[in-house]
């Protein structure tokens, strides 16, 4: 079974342009997850989707966002990126109620 | 708020001696409960689970971790750790009114050879 797919892995940005995140989770697994990991920070949680609604969230302005489509791929996008924005965004995706099996992060430098 | 604290945020071991890492938690309900690992360079990946049952759960690389519903707790520990298992460790609680994962702040363990 193929795993969590994240794209781009790397991205560099400019402060003040948006940029959107992609997530394929495994097949089967409906919900998807967004984190925000820094070496201050550690794990932060952005939000989750399931069956295309928002269903948790965590404390991160409203520049963050999220969709989820159909097919279970999930979106994150950021806007009027910020240099604080830098950091490696996790996608995991689980079965309801049980464990998140993570991808390998997406790196977003801002300069 | 719910939250989770693992009490220790760096630790440095020598090869071969023991290892308790600290989980604590703050919710009153039923939880699913998780141990992360993450290698240097590495994905997130899952080191043990714990949902019901028997609150000792072995997890892989010779990992185990105990549930005491009493004391809000579930420790990982390891009885000889390798330079291997160098890495950053994240307990992790899921409340069953929302299944939210609620996450630590991670403990980075160094293993000297």
């Known amino acids: 079974k193929a795993g969590v797919t994240q794209t781009p892995r790397y991205l560099i940005k400019t402060r003040g342009q948006q940029v959107t995140l992609s997530c394929s989770p495994i097949s089967g697994h409906r919900s998807v997850s967004w984190y925000q990991q820094t070496p201050g920070q550690g794990l932060q949680f952005l939000f989750e989707?399931?069956?295309?609604?928002?269903?948790n969230k965590g404390n991160f302005p409203g520049r963050f966002s999220g969709r989820q489509f159909s097919n279970s791929r999930s979106e994150m996008n950021v806007s009027t990126l910020e240099l604080g924005d830098s950091a490696l965004y996790l996608c995991?995706?689980?079965?309801?109620?049980?464990?998140?099996?993570f991808g390998p992060g997406t790196r977003l430098t801002v300069t | 708020a719910q939250s989770v604290s693992q009490h220790n945020h760096h630790v440095i071991l020598s090869e071969a001696a023991s290892l308790e890492l600290g989980c604590n938690y703050s919710?009153?309900?039923?939880?699913?409960l998780f141990w992360y690992v993450q290698y240097p360079g590495q994905h997130l990946q899952l080191l043990l689970k714990?949902?019901?049952?028997d609150p000792l759960v072995k997890g892989i690389k010779g990992f185990e971790a105990e549930f005491i519903k009493s004391k809000f707790s579930f420790n990982l520990r390891k009885p000889s750790v390798q330079w291997s298992d160098t890495a950053e460790y994240f307990c992790a609680v899921q409340l069953d009114s929302n299944y939210q994962l609620i996450w630590g702040a991670g403990t980075k363990l160094i293993i000297k050879p």
């Open positions: 714990y949902f019901s049952g």
């Open positions: 919710y009153g309900g039923t939880v699913n």
């Open positions: 989707y399931f069956s295309e609604t928002q269903r």
């Open positions: 995991a995706s689980s079965l309801p109620a049980y464990e998140q099996y």
